[in-house]
């Protein structure tokens, strides 16, 4: 407890279990960049409640599955907007990108992220013969991102200064490394209002929507009335990250 009884508790972020033993979470080993470690892996509802458990408030996933961690299966571009840009603004820049990968011939999703931004997430079949490695994901979502804000550069910047994003759209692609993690699809947010990241349809956003608006207390009765995934004809998809289509993204 902290000694004000009304300060909140300071949060930290945790990559491995460390000391502790969860039995409904499993674990997979996994090389950092000097030696291997433990991750936790969360396979079913029972896994979800042992976080809530240990006071887990926010679920940030690799974008890999554990059984075939080096092949990344979605690329993420995090529109993370300045305090002064409107949300409309926010989400004209999602249907912009969304544009841009259709003219690649990928499909993309589209989520809140819990704060002020969206995420697009092209999600695509892990492994195999056509397996994208973390570089190609990473290339890639470097090349759109990077075309995108040369393009239009009053409304986009694809670097991580700060100082530059004055009523900008920061891009944030640099979630696509190996390691990195973005926030998971129905993961709770330690904000102020206990807002929820949360999975919208293309029609959805374009009819509007406000992000504050999904919380803890919201987002239940919101997915009893969804008649199904709103990604999961997308998700179902299989669609590849081919190299032609990493070539075609930089042309």
């Keep these: 407890m902290p000694a004000d009884p009304k300060a909140t508790p300071a949060c930290f972020f945790m990559k491995h279990p460390g000391l502790m033993k969860p039995r409904a979470l499993d674990k997979v080993r996994i090389l950092e960049r000097s030696k291997p470690d433990d991750y936790m892996v969360a ?45 409309a603004r926010t989400a004209e820049a999602a ?40 570089d190609d994901a990473f290339a890639f979502s470097e090349t759109v991102s990077e075309r995108l804000a040369r393009d239009q550069p009053s409304g ?35 904000r102020p209002g206990a807002t929820v990241s949360v999975p919208l349809t293309w029609e959805e956003l374009a009819a509007g929507v406000d992000p504050r608006s999904f919380t803890v207390k919201t987002v239940p009765a919101r997915v009893a009335a969804l008649r199904g995934d709103p990604w999961a004809a997308t998700l179902a998809s299989g669609q590849k990250l081919t190299a032609a289509i990493r070539r075609a993204a930089g042309r």
């Design 95 to 134: 249907f912009e990108l969304r544009k841009r990968l259709a003219a690649l011939d990928l499909d993309s999703v589209v989520k809140t992220t819990g704060g002020k931004g969206l995420h697009v997430v092209v999600p695509f079949a892990s492994g195999g013969r056509d397996g994208v490695s973390w």
């Design 43 to 87: 396979r079913d509802l029972t896994g979800l409640l042992e976080l809530v458990q240990m006071s887990i408030l926010e679920i940030h996933p690799w974008n890999a599955t554990a059984e075939r961690i080096e092949f990344p299966d979605r690329v993420i571009f995090d529109l993370d907007p300045d305090t002064a840009v409107p949300w």
């Design 156 to 190: 986009y910047v694809a670097t991580m200064s700060k100082a530059k994003r004055t009523g900008k759209i920061f891009i944030d692609y640099f979630r696509n490394h190996r390691g990195s993690t973005a926030i998971a699809a129905y993961s709770t947010r330690a």
